[in-house]
């Protein structure tokens, strides 16, 4: 079983830029689209960022010109840099990989998530 592990979380001020990663705990045959969402408690979880094995990235109007998705194929991973920080950007992150393997089979992973706390 694949699992996902973030890291990058933490405090920052607003105004301020924290990175998150995400790297799978085996190699995956294919990893069709990778992405990050989040989630504050009593709301659903939303996509903050996604980017297909093409390179296509897709963003949330709320982060637009602010963070940046980007996945190195090599490493299965993929990161989110966060710049501008605002306090509403306060949830836990958490990645998810579509993927399938050689059979066609499809899956979706997801991170455990990472708490970013936006805050002076």
């Known amino acids: 079983q694949v699992q996902l592990v973030e890291s990058g979380g933490g405090l920052a001020q607003p105004g301020g830029s924290l990175r998150l990663s995400c790297a799978a705990s085996e190699s995956i045959f294919r990893i069709l689209i990778m992405g990050w969402y989040r989630q504050v408690p009593g709301q659903q979880r939303e996509l903050v960022a996604m980017?297909?094995?093409?390179?296509?990235?897709t963003y949330d109007d709320s982060v637009k010109g602010r963070f940046t998705i980007s996945r190195d194929n090599a490493k299965n991973t993929v990161t989110l840099q966060m710049n501008n920080l605002k306090p509403e950007d306060t949830a836990v992150y958490y990645c998810?990989?579509?993927?399938?393997?050689?059979?066609?089979?499809?899956?979706?992973?997801w991170g455990q998530g990472t708490q970013v706390t936006v805050s002076s």
């Open positions: 980017v297909g094995d093409s390179g296509r990235t």
């Open positions: 998810k990989y579509k993927t399938t393997t050689k059979e066609n089979a499809v899956g979706d992973y």
